[in-house]
């Protein structure tokens, strides 16, 4: 998926992740996320258009319920996903944590 497509700017930022869709489940991490998706590394198969479940395990050390979309998917390298569902709380740590990472690019 090219940057052109995407209403938020991704960030390099890893957190853990645990997800599962289908008959699957995963751990894995992300390698950038933004507000709308993120790219989730892993050699597991998620197929494009499925809907997962998973959880973020951001720096704060609290995991974070979301569900998504799987948009594209790189074979043995991972998928991205459009998140389709977050709490607000949730939605709100995701906006600090980019945020916070905004910052530390910024003055790197």
Do not use: N
């Amino acid at each position: 998926m090219t940057d052109e497509k995407r209403k938020h700017e991704r960030l390099p930022v890893v957190v853990e992740v645990r997800w599962e869709g289908g008959t699957r489940s995963s751990g894995a991490r992300t390698t950038d996320i933004s507000e709308g998706g993120c790219f989730v590394d892993t050699l597991a198969h998620a197929p494009v258009g499925e809907t997962i479940d998973f959880k973020l395990l951001p720096p704060d050390g609290e995991w974070m319920d979301v569900q998504g979309q799987v948009i594209y998917e790189l074979p043995r390298t991972g998928f991205g996903v459009r998140f389709t569902k977050m709490s607000d709380s949730d939605r709100e740590r995701l906006k600090a944590l980019l945020s916070e990472q905004q910052d530390h690019d910024r003055w790197r």
